[in-house]
């Protein structure tokens, strides 16, 4: 396999999606646990979670997808891809809106999770080898206009990237 020397959008990207999957992984963990403390630190890390998949998404619908469209010619994978967003940013506002009190707040996370983990793969399998193969995209070049934009949405969330 060939070693690229510049980290590009597609590898930001799939850090982000690592970070997360990890959240998932910590929140299940937390969720065997009936502690008091317990219900605390997964309703943060909840929210976390909340926000990290918030601005992850915002940063591929503005920037990573448009560019995508314009340079693959296969775009079924990115009309999957908004559609899958559209419905993790449904569960993200009841898990938002929701508290420990809610009986269904485990669910909706891990349902989130494994929604994520379908979009993961995709992009991971089918969407990421077709923008690194389109000519047009600089890719390298979009990993710093990525970084930079979710950089600038978690200081207005008011966490640091």
């Known amino acids: 396999m060939a070693t690229r020397s510049a980290k590009d959008a597609c590898d ?4 982000d999606h690592k970070k997360v999957q990890k959240m998932f992984k910590d929140y299940e963990e937390l969720s065997g646990s009936r502690a ?3 219900a605390q630190k997964k309703m943060d890390l909840a929210r976390q979670i909340c926000m990290e998949l918030t601005v992850h998404a915002q940063i591929e619908e ?3 997808y448009p560019a995508c469209r314009e340079a693959i010619k296969d775009t079924d994978i990115l009309d999957e891809a908004t559609v899958e967003h559209q419905s993790a940013k449904d569960l993200i506002a009841q898990i938002e809106q929701g508290s ?14 494994e ?14 080898p077709k923008a690194r193969a389109a000519r047009k995209l600089d890719l390298v070049a979009m990993r710093d206009e990525l970084e930079a934009r979710k950089e600038e949405l978690m200081a207005e969330m008011g966490a640091e990237a």
């Open 12 to 15: 930001l990207l799939d850090a």
């Open 36 to 38: 008091r403390s317990t």
């Open 62 to 64: 503005e920037i990573f």
């Open 100 to 113: 420990e009190a809610d009986e269904m707040f485990d669910a909706k996370v891990k349902v989130l999770g």
């Open 115 to 128: 929604y994520i983990n379908h979009h993961v793969k995709e992009e991971k399998n089918e969407l990421f």
